[in-house]
């Protein structure tokens, strides 16, 4: 069992900068892909970013490429989503989520355990 603690969202104008967190505790998780999903009111979850287990190698979804930057310290057990030059389109609940096999780290389906989630408001 892993369990995942999301923090870090909050209110911020449109251009700034927050990063999001995620403690994970339970097994090891530097043996877990991790990924980063939001879901704004009335539209399904979708994929942010994934990290690899190692660090190693990072994806982003189109839409916050060269905005947003994954990261990861296994030593601490700790997931981050750097997020910079923040749009109004960006307002969501963010989640962090972890998988033990590999496949389509885009997908939902694929993960295993998940955050409770971090609401992110961004003003215009």
């Known amino acids: 069992q892993v369990q995942l603690v999301d923090s870090g969202g909050g209110l911020v104008q449109a251009g700034g900068s927050l990063r999001l967190s995620c403690a994970a505790s339970?097994?090891?998780?530097?043996?877990?892909?991790m990924g980063w999903f939001r879901q704004a009111p009335g539209k399904e979850r979708e994929f942010v970013a994934y990290?690899?287990?190692?660090?190693?190698?990072?994806y982003y979804a189109d839409s916050v490429k060269g905005r947003f930057t994954i990261s990861r310290d296994n030593a601490k057990n700790l997931v981050y989503l750097q997020m910079n030059t923040l749009k109004p389109e960006d307002t969501a609940v963010y989640y962090c989520?972890?998988?033990?096999?590999?496949?389509?780290?885009?997908?939902?389906?694929?993960?295993?355990?998940w955050g409770q989630g971090t609401q992110v408001t961004v003003s215009s």
């Open positions: 339970g097994r090891t998780v530097s043996s877990y892909g």
């Open positions: 989520a972890a998988r033990y096999y590999s496949g389509n780290y885009s997908s939902p389906d694929e993960y295993d355990y």
């Open positions: 990290i690899n287990p190692s660090g190693a190698r990072t």
